[in-house]
């Protein structure tokens, strides 16, 4: 039996329908030697299916920093929901946490599925992972809503600018100006999540760099513990823009030394890009086409309680075509959509007598309109 640090217990892994279950919350103590957390799991009991992206690819490194947080967290596996969209990041939910819950729902609808299951059971912790398409283009307005409401889960946006998936197609959030050998050039000027979700009153907004562990998994950890729908904007690069035609590992190289003999495609494997630079500091990094990204990590001069200088501080980043990472935003007093409605039980715990209106009261709801 595994007793959790809230107090609730569970023999099956099934996760507990008490009343008011908080989730562990608080960062655990550093692991024992034997790698046992504060609840008894090892890191593997943290660990998904084996990954079918791309070697390299920035969403696999996201994946194994969630799995490091939970971890270090101490949340138990069964207390989390994970939801994504479509897309290659939207995958993702399968290559961590492999005993909790998931739903895998339409392009763009992760928002509208997370909110009906956190509202049947308020208790557990959402977990959602969407790519910059999935939630930049096509869901652009759940997301907006899901902020606006107030739904209690972290949100985490894998964005590489493009639609990896449908092979590299420009997204919402790809910078004006910029060229892609397949996709040609993008005319049109990206949407800052970070800045639609501060003006949409989200409580906790961050950006990083998937590449950059330590500060992701810090930024997780943070998210995990805040109360209402956390946002963080993870820049993920995509290795299949690794494509530079003078090189001999290049796709179009490839094609044109290659005698056919099935319709498969190939992606080079990439070494996942790392960086490491400290608060404060400017870090140019190229990416697998060659093009570079420049991030700025906040430092203590940024207030992030201050809604207005963390848009101004997104504002002039935007013009400089600079990232900042670290927390831009924090706001704790906005209730969750669970407490606005004054949610105490989960409505799964109920039976279906309690549930389900008799037909008599149907009957009269009906008459009554009609
Ligand atoms: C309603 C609908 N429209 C379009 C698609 C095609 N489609 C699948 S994934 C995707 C974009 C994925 O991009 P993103 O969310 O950025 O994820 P990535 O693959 O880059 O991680 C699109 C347009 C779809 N599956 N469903
Ligand atoms: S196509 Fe891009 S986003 Fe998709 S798995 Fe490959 S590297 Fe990752």
């Not at 696999?60 to 290659?88: M, N, R, W």
């Not at 652009?140 to 809503?145: A, D, E, K, V």
């Not at 989200?202 to 943070?222: E, H, I, M, N």
């Amino acid at each position: 039996m595994t007793t959790v640090k809230n107090g609730s217990t569970a023999g099956n892994g099934a996760p507990t329908t008490a009343a008011h279950v908080t989730p562990p919350r608080m960062p655990a103590p550093a692991a024992s030697a034997a790698g046992v957390n504060i609840i008894g799991l090892v890191k593997a009991d943290y660990k998904g299916l084996e990954s079918t992206l791309c070697n390299g690819c920035g969403h696999d490194s996201i994946s194994s920093q969630i799995i490091t947080a939970c971890y270090e967290l101490g949340v138990k596996p069964e207390h989390i929901v994970k939801f994504s969209g479509i897309g290659c990041s939207s995958k993702s939910p399968a290559y961590f946490m492999s005993r909790s819950f998931g739903f895998n729902a339409l392009h763009g609808r992760m928002p509208s599925v997370a909110q009906g299951a956190l509202m049947a059971n308020h208790t557990l912790q959402g977990l959602g992972v969407s790519g910059d398409g999935d939630t930049g283009s096509i869901g652009l307005g759940q997301f907006m809503h899901l902020i606006r409401r107030n739904l209690r889960m972290v949100y985490i946006i894998e964005n590489n600018g493009v639609y990896g998936l449908t092979k590299g197609q420009f997204s919402a959030t790809a910078d004006v100006g910029q060229e892609l050998k397949h996709a040609g050039r993008n005319e049109f000027p990206p949407i800052d999540l970070c800045r639609a979700a501060i003006v949409a009153d989200c409580g906790f907004v961050a950006r990083s760099f998937a590449g950059d562990p330590k500060q992701v998994v810090t930024l997780l950890k943070a998210a995990l513990s805040h109360r209402g729908t956390a946002v963080l904007d993870i820049i993920s690069p995509c290795v299949t823009f690794n494509n530079r035609d003078d090189s001999t590992k290049s796709y179009t190289w490839g094609k044109a030394h290659d005698e056919r003999i099935n319709d498969f495609g190939f992606v080079m494997s990439q070494e996942e890009i790392r960086v490491d630079y400290a608060e404060g500091e400017t870090k140019e990094v190229e990416l697998f086409d060659g093009s570079k990204i420049v991030l700025k990590k906040l430092d203590g001069s940024h207030d992030p309680t201050d809604k207005q200088a963390a848009l101004r501080l997104l504002t002039e980043a935007h013009d400089k075509q600079l990232f900042i990472t670290g927390l831009l935003y924090i706001n704790t007093e906005r209730p969750s959509l669970a407490e606005t409605y004054h949610l105490v039980k989960p409505i799964a715990s109920y039976q279906q007598d309690k549930l389900r209106p008799s037909r008599e009261s149907l009957q009269k709801i009906m008459s009554a309109m009609y």
